[in-house]
C-alpha cells in the first residue's frame, strides 16, 4: 500500500505560479512511476505530467507543455509539479498517482494508488 497526500494548492492570479508536492512515507516511493492528473469541475480527470522512478524520462500533456514540469526527490519520497504562466482553465483538483509497473503511463487506469487531491484555482 502507498499513501499520497498533496499539498501546494490555492488561489493564483493568471500568469502566476504554484508548486504542488505529493509526499509518500515510507521505502517504496522510489520504485513507484508517479504521475500528476487534474479533474475540473464536471469534467472527466485528464493526464498532466508523468515521471519515472528514478527521474530519467518525462511526458507531458500538450496543454501543460512548456509551463508545468515534473519532477521527484526519492531521498524526500516526494513528487513535485512546478506550474507557471498558470491560465484560468488550469483551475481543477490535482491529484498525484504511483504506477507499480515498468512503461510510463498516460491513462490513469494504469495507475494504482491516488491522494486524495488538492486544488488549484487560478482567478483573478
Known amino acids: 500500500q502507498v499513501h499520497l497526500v498533496e499539498s501546494g494548492g490555492g488561489l493564483v492570479q493568471p500568469g502566476g505560479s504554484l508548486r504542488l508536492s505529493c509526499a509518500s512515507p515510507?521505502?517504496?516511493?522510489?520504485?513507484?512511476?508517479m504521475g500528476w492528473f487534474r479533474q475540473a469541475p464536471g469534467k472527466e480527470r485528464e493526464f498532466v505530467a508523468a515521471?519515472?522512478?528514478?527521474?530519467?524520462?518525462?511526458r507531458y500533456s500538450d496543454s501543460i507543455l512548456g509551463r508545468f514540469t515534473i519532477s521527484r526527490d526519492n531521498a524526500k519520497n516526494t513528487l513535485y509539479l512546478q506550474m507557471s504562466s498558470l491560465k484560468p482553465e488550469d483551475t481543477a483538483v490535482y491529484f498525484c498517482?504511483?504506477?507499480?509497473?515498468?512503461?510510463?503511463?498516460?491513462?490513469?487506469?494504469?495507475?494504482?494508488?491516488w491522494g486524495k487531491g488538492t486544488q488549484v484555482t487560478v482567478s483573478s
Open positions: 515521471i519515472t522512478w528514478a527521474g530519467g524520462r518525462t
Open positions: 498517482a504511483a504506477d507499480r509497473s515498468g512503461p510510463l503511463h498516460l491513462n490513469e487506469y494504469e495507475y494504482d494508488y
Open positions: 515510507g521505502p517504496t516511493f522510489s520504485t513507484y512511476n
